[in-house]
């Protein structure tokens, strides 16, 4: 993975430097709690509902096991012993103390990490396929493009005060699992006449406008992509709305002013940009690629899982093997998922114990390597067959053996009321409830993805939830709108609201619903959810609801 | 009638007025003012000009039996006792190594 250069060592350094400067001032009243905001944002500290959050970005979701036993040493010792992993491929921790930050910064930057850029109206962290550079069905590894958007991106003078965030995330692969189409900017992998590029989607995302990216360009290729991103925020810097939040994100303007004229002034634009100074030269791509070559993989790996056999000794590993594991490009290998979403406990959260454990599993198994996937869930990338149940035995004694990737219990979910300030309903509790319910049924259902955010603001994803749950409040009770048929995948959509919200009590019971129509319509038993949704439509799953 | 909460600087644990300068972490010690008490305005710019309680707002509660203060709203009964899932109940004062307060 990659190394820290000097330049990137040096910035962490006097950020932290920085930071710690002002959290002094602060403290001694020399900073005002509105001079202070801006600042403390800029490092990622947000105060919640209990206490502040401190967000760590990790680059594209990709750890090493010393640096995720470092978050761990973190949970423990300026935390409550746990961390919060999101659907930014980030960890959050939810109690630090002010004047611990300094330190936890100071700690980040000793493995090459920090809080730089995950708030405030800038390029976030790169998002990618949490697969990348492990998936069999990959064009490309996607990692060496995203580090250098990650270079040129961090601290860029012209685009740290946007008129809102920016969420850029980019896959290798032609199936999508990094939900491109609903970022600012989605970068897709695409091959033209032997040579690979990027087609490139603007204008995507959640919150209280959810959109579909539209594509504005489809092949361009590495050389040019930094000129064309940078095009791209310059019309976005120059007509994006600073006068409305609600209407700031680059989608708006995408929607508001037609992609085909969007095209337009980005054309131009990158017309006076293409062949400058921030073309990326091929022997520099090949540098930063070197930081991600192939781990040095065994030829001759036993490239046979007996899942059959398995099934016979335990149900629980057979449901593991069928689940979990991602079909790798290196016979003899493959990638595990690691389910923080066991069954009753809190999704996309893990305590310092387990992630020690994790990163020993790394260390031991996976060449080094972890991935944080925008699931909240875990990734060991590179695992030998042949160690799999090795895995398995030790990921049962720290609790996270859970065979439910893409299953019904495999939710996410964001904090919600329970430690958000912009929530307005809980979404833990509800994500807990509904694992419950359909844990012991979840194989019947298949691949079903169940997203729940406690406010529009989406962070749960719901709107591209197979099953989406948004809390909303009304007259002060939590209520629950239920949505349908939405995909995060290459095939994006929406889902459609299917009427009225139910209380907290009563969402298990309506997905229950939703799922009987299911049971009852689909075709047969390899029709997944999704497809019977879109073969169907709403009416009968409205039906059941609502009568 | 009203209180007035806010998150301490130095913890961001959850505090309520008390009055006379104090706050603390228990709402059932919070001084209650009428719905349209004109002091409240004062005290949270008083509040907010001292800047060592942050977020600072004055929430609707209900008194009952003569003793206990309640707030309707969930966040803020999330606010007063901690998430409702796991065990890890509220940020506390005595936490930090230094309160402002």
Redesign the interface.
Known sequence: MYRYDEFDAAFVRERTEQFSDQVKRRVAGELTEDQFRPLRLMNGLYLQLHAYMLRVAVPYGTLNSRQMHKLAHIARTYDRGYGHFTTRQNIQYNWPKLQDVPKILEELAEVEMHAIQTSGNCIRNVTTDQFAGAAHDEIIDPRPVAEIIRQWSSLHPEFSFLPRKFKIAITGAQQDRAAVKFHDIGLMANEKDGQVGWRVFVGGGLGRTPMVAKEINDFVPHEDLLAYLEAILRVYNLHGRRDNKYKARIKILVHETGIEQIREEVEAEFAQLKDGVLTLPQDELDRISTYFAAPPFAADADDVLDAEQHALENAQYAKFLKRNLFKHRQPGYTSITISLKSVGEVPGDASDAQMDAIAELAREFSFDELRVSHEQNLVLPHVKKSDVRAIYERLVEIGLAEGNAGLISDIIACPGLDYCALANARSIPIAQDIAKRFADRENEFGELKVKISGCINACGHHHVGHIGILGVEKKGTELYQITVGGDATEQAAVGNILGRGVTGDEVPDALEKLLNVYMDQRENADEPFLDAFRRLGEAPFKEALYG | MKVITG?E??????VYFYGKDRWGMDLQQAQIFEDKAPEVDELLAAA?KK?KV??LEAIPVEKHDNQLVQT????EQ??AN?????T?G??HLS????V?L
Request: charged share 25%.
């Open positions: 998150n600087l130095l913890s961001g644990a959850v907010a800047d942050v977020s309707n709203r969930l966040r999330i606010r901690g998430p409702t899932v796991g890890y509220r940020q936490e930090a190594d230094y402002s």
